[in-house]
């Protein structure tokens, strides 16, 4: 069974239709990319089976569970984060603050120390700027904050929306390390990714989106070689 299931997922947006009955899964353990251009819906399909919008049809299941009409605070506790894109980080807040916030499901403060360790340990930056104020930290040094408030939800599946955006080639490099981490240390990952090459390099498998349907899927290695795949999102 598949840790993520979505079967003939359809979102509206009024009259307009932005996802046309997509199926896909993301299985325990994988890296799943979601590729496509500027508008293709992928950033639309996070936020419906995180729970920030709602599906007109089809279904959304996790482990099992059907989480389709489900508010997104009960999602994220059954162990689904979410990374949006463009950070969100709370800007007033220092970058311990917002960590904490990430950890709000949690009861156990013993758990809670432990996961603010390892998220230290994942970033050193953000030991180093703890009392800060988010906003005054670099755009790669905001990623990193959402990545690891999100991982203070110990969560066994996380939704990254457009990790690199607006990154320099440094910290794109940097923030796919970390995700490459993330994964080896168990915890699947469902990635939207606008710098496919990026996306393909660290994927197991991958779904091409056009206009809320998607085109292509199998192994990442296989797309990477795809002929329309390179012409259209490899620049080759």
Do not use: W
């Not at 508010?71 to 059954?78: D, R």
């Not at 206009?211 to 990477?224: N, Q, R, W």
């Amino acid at each position: 069974m598949a840790m993520l299931e979505i079967k003939d997922l359809q979102v509206h947006y009024g009259m307009i239709q932005a996802i046309k009955g997509i199926d896909f899964e993301v299985k325990k353990g994988e890296v799943v990319a979601l590729i496509g251009a500027n508008g293709a819906g992928k950033t639309t399909i996070l936020h419906t089976v995180s729970g920030l919008l709602q599906a007109s049809g089809g279904s959304v299941s996790f482990e099992g569970k059907d989480i389709t009409k489900m508010p997104g605070h009960k999602i994220v506790a059954l162990g689904m984060a979410h990374v949006p894109e463009g950070r969100r980080v709370f800007a007033q807040l220092s970058v311990y603050e917002n960590l904490l916030m990430g950890a709000y499901t949690r009861k156990d403060k013993q758990e809670i120390r432990e996961s603010l360790d390892m998220v230290y340990s994942r970033f050193p930056r953000l030991e180093e700027r703890k009392t800060q104020p988010a906003g005054t930290l670099s755009g790669g040094e905001q990623q990193m904050l959402a990545m690891g408030r999100a991982l203070m939800s110990h969560p066994s599946i996380i939704l990254m929306d457009e990790p690199s955006m607006g990154l320099s080639p440094i910290f794109v490099n940097e923030i796919f390390d970390i995700i490459k981490e993330v994964s080896a240390a168990g915890t699947t990952v469902l990635l939207v990714e606008q710098n496919a090459k990026k996306a393909l390099d660290i994927a197991d498998r991958a779904y091409v989106l056009e206009t809320g349907k998607i085109v292509l899927s199998g192994k990442a290695d296989e797309l990477k070689n795809d002929d329309a795949v390179k012409k259209a999102y490899l620049g080759e």
